[in-house]
């Protein structure tokens, strides 16, 4: 796994960048130099692509690096560390908020079962309505925090009526399970681990609340680089091809994202069957969207003001996606 840098040393080139950086001329590194730094979670992207054999004759050289979840993936986008990776659908709109440096080139929308509000076994929670003055485990500006504030909205309440504790899922499945916390908002393959191994309950899950959209999200210094477009669009490419083959071989899937990650098979599988990912345009639909999530947080005061979600997406490689 790759050593990432801090978040403290992320945030200060993050600020290096928009200082310096945005006056520059654009980059343009020679086609046999160009290194491709993909930012990767659980092991997702680099495990599909190699288990569907799209990375063998991959014609540029790839640094990837592992991330627990979207946000710090994106802030290390912003500061030009990696030049794209996977999240879901709530990390770029808390980076828009930022002001982050980044754009959404691609997306894809999936099932949205797996994202989940789990409760152990034996809680007494059975309504959402239930959650009222509880404690939430969910990672900050991650997907499930999305799926948190839409849940309690659609049920009568906000965000100030629970207690959100920000952990990354690692710190959250401990949390969890030694009863630190009432609930836990999160997506697979973390869903089913705790399902299979804690035993946990699905209190209720993303349906009819989420949109289910992921997003596959460049730098500015990256798309501003002529010279590692071409990769950058190769990646993609090659990227919903896996999702495709992923979706058609669910079982040698499974294999694979277990031998990745470390997962039991059976955990693997299990997330594998309750997702299955289309390619979509990111065009006015996908932004509306978008923009409806992100106006619920600025209502909810999460966000400090209104997030305009059409300044951060990029459709220059929306025509070799079709």
């Not at 404690?135 to 849940?151: C, E, F, P, R, Y």
């Not at 966000?303 to 070799?320: H, I, N, S």
Request: charged letters at 20%; proline letters at 4%.
């Amino acid at each position: 796994m790759t050593l990432l840098p801090s978040r403290r040393f992320l945030t200060l080139l993050a600020a290096i960048v928009f200082t310096t950086g945005c006056s520059a001329t654009a980059q343009h590194t020679p086609p046999g130099e160009v290194v491709l730094k993909v930012g990767d979670q659980k092991g997702n992207a680099k495990a599909v692509l190699t288990a569907a054999g799209l990375l063998n004759d991959f014609p540029y050289r790839i640094e990837w690096s592992t991330f627990a979840s979207g946000p710090p993936l994106l802030e290390a986008a912003s500061a030009g560390a990696i030049d794209l990776g996977g999240v879901g659908n709530t990390p770029p709109i808390f980076a828009a908020a930022a002001n982050a440096r980044i754009a959404a080139v691609g997306a894809s929308q999936g099932q949205v079962e797996a994202d989940a509000i789990l409760v152990p076994e034996n809680s007494p929670l059975r309504a959402v309505t239930d959650l009222k003055g509880k404690n939430i485990a969910v990672a900050k500006g991650g997907s499930a925090h999305g799926q948190v504030l839409l849940t309690l909205r659609a049920n009568g309440l906000t965000t100030k009526d629970v207690t959100l504790n920000f952990l990354q899922p690692s710190d959250a499945y401990g949390a969890f399970t030694q009863g630190r916390v009432d609930a836990w908002a999160v997506w697979d393959p973390y869903t089913a681990q705790a399902q299979q191994e804690a035993k946990a309950r699905v209190l209720t899950d993303g349906r009819g609340k989420s949109n289910g959209y992921g997003f596959q999200v460049a730098g500015r210094k990256a798309l501003d680089d002529k010279g590692k477009n071409p990769a950058i669009k190769e990646y993609l490419v090659r990227y919903y091809k896996a999702q495709k083959w992923a979706d058609t071989h669910r079982e040698e899937w499974a294999k694979a994202w277990a031998a990745e990650t470390g997962l039991k098979y059976e955990v693997a599988l299990a997330a594998v069957n309750r997702n299955g990912d289309r390619v979509v345009k990111v065009d006015d639909t996908l932004i509306r969207s978008q923009q409806e999530l992100a106006d619920a947080f600025t209502e909810d005061k999460t966000l400090p003001g209104k997030v305009d979600f059409a300044k951060f997406v990029d459709t220059r490689f929306q025509g070799d996606l079709a």
